[in-house]
């Protein structure tokens, strides 16, 4: 679980030509759990995107803008291309806002695309104040590491 700024958004076939891949680039500010280091920049994985005159809406899967600040829960693609991928699709990204002098709220994916709730979680409210959302992560981590189901 990493809090970042998405840094470069690339899409391109795959090499059979019948998908499109989008690869964000993250640059780690702060790491709520796991071992990536937080001054490094990771690679995320997800299909769908535009690449010509071709677009490829994956339902429900994420999609990155350029500069976007997130909070992602990630799962290593097991293809060891050390690229990783959201857990849960939609669900485990956040994107953050910071309007006026406010505390900075985090939204989940499907919120920020449709304005409104649309995927079923059990944990975690849709939109939150970014630090709330820090603190349910971390407590969620903490369950986890000892031994309780997510």
Same mark, same amino acid.
């Given at each position: 679980?990493?809090?970042?700024?998405?840094?470069?958004?690339?899409?391109?076939?795959?090499?059979?030509?019948?998908?499109?891949?989008?690869?964000?680039?993250?640059?780690?500010?702060?790491?709520?759990?796991?071992?990536?280091?937080?001054?490094?920049?990771?690679?995320?994985?997800?299909?769908?995107?535009?690449?010509?005159?071709?677009?490829?809406?994956?339902?429900?899967?994420? $999609?990155? %803008?350029?500069?976007? #600040?997130? &909070? =992602?829960?990630?799962?290593?693609? @097991?293809?060891?291309?050390? *690229?990783?991928?959201?857990?849960?699709?939609?669900?485990?990204?956040?994107?953050?806002?910071?309007?006026?002098?406010?505390?900075?709220?985090?939204?989940?994916?499907?919120?920020?695309?449709?304005?409104?709730?649309?995927?079923? $979680?059990? %944990?975690?409210?849709? #939109?939150? &104040? =970014?630090?709330?959302?820090?603190? @349910?992560?971390?407590?969620? *981590?903490?369950?986890?590491?000892?031994?309780?189901?997510?």
């Amino acid at each position: 679980m990493i809090r970042g700024h998405v840094t470069g958004v690339q899409s391109a076939w795959d090499g059979q030509h019948r998908a499109i891949w989008t690869t964000a680039t993250v640059a780690i500010e702060e790491v709520l759990r796991g071992s990536l280091n937080p001054t490094t920049s990771i690679q995320v994985k997800e299909v769908g995107g535009s690449v010509g005159d071709y677009t490829i809406k994956a339902e429900g899967f994420p $999609t990155f %803008r350029q500069d976007e #600040e997130v &909070v =992602l829960l990630l799962q290593p693609w @097991e293809d060891g291309s050390g *690229a990783y991928h959201v857990w849960g699709y939609g669900r485990g990204m956040f994107v953050v806002s910071h309007r006026d002098n406010r505390a900075p709220t985090a939204a989940r994916y499907d919120v920020v695309e449709t304005g409104r709730a649309t995927m079923l $979680t059990d %944990r975690l409210a849709p #939109e939150a &104040v =970014l630090d709330q959302l820090s603190r @349910e992560l971390r407590g969620l *981590a903490r369950s986890c590491d000892a031994g309780a189901s997510p």
